[in-house]
């Protein structure tokens, strides 16, 4: 979504449109998260205003993507929302200052020229809407260590292994004891 800046003034607009999953796809699939594939367009709506020289924009947005289950290794599908909130200043505005982050530099960007294209942040904002971990429901109880099997679908047939070879010593003068 593109806006011209000099468009933007004090009084709130309200805008409602579907954001392509193409690009936010692309993103996921080169990144650290590729566990998530969006099914369709990101819904978005979004208010916004001038204050002095910022802009600012608040929302939300909402996402339906199909996750691979970080226990069970199985596809899911899941619904997520989002408010966001991001103030966008003029790029002028930034030299000079330091160059610490701080906690309201996480919603602040710059802008210069004639327009403002939202969709890079609100890319940025729809993978922040998924969770870290996908799970394909909180009690997901996942993969049988020895075997393999989704133990959401069957309980495996493999016998609990008791041993542990830190304690195979003892098990041995154990032994030991019992036979004299």
């Known amino acids: 979504m593109k806006l011209r800046i000099d468009e933007v003034n004090s ?3 309200h805008v409602a449109f579907g954001l392509a999953e193409g690009a936010v796809n692309d993103l996921l699939a080169r990144g650290p998260v590729q566990e998530y594939k ?3 367009p990101v819904a978005v709506t979004v ?3 001038r204050s002095g020289a910022d802009l600012i924009f608040e929302g939300t947005l909402k996402v339906s993507a199909v996750g691979v289950c970080g226990r069970c290794a199985e596809p899911f599908h899941g619904g997520y929302e989002r408010n966001f909130r991001f103030v966008v200043a ?3 505005s930034s030299v000079g200052t330091d160059s610490e982050l701080r906690t309201e530099d996480l919603e ?3 802008y210069s020229g004639e327009h403002i294209d939202l969709s890079p942040l609100l890319r940025e904002q729809a993978i922040l809407s998924l969770p870290i971990r996908p799970l394909c429901k909180e009690s997901c109880r996942g993969l049988c260590a020895t075997c ?11 016998q609990p292994q008791l041993t542990d070879s830190r ?3 003892i098990r041995v003068l154990n032994a030991s004891r019992i036979v004299h």
Not at 148 to 158: E, F, K, P, T, V
Request: some cysteine; glycine content about 10%; charged content about 15%.
């Open 11 to 13: 009084e709130v607009k």
């Open 38 to 40: 969006l099914e369709g």
């Open 47 to 49: 208010s916004y205003y």
């Open 90 to 92: 003029p790029a002028s």
């Open 108 to 110: 602040f960007s710059y």
């Open 148 to 158: 393999g099997a989704n133990l959401n679908l069957d309980s495996c047939r493999c």
């Open 167 to 169: 304690t195979a010593g």
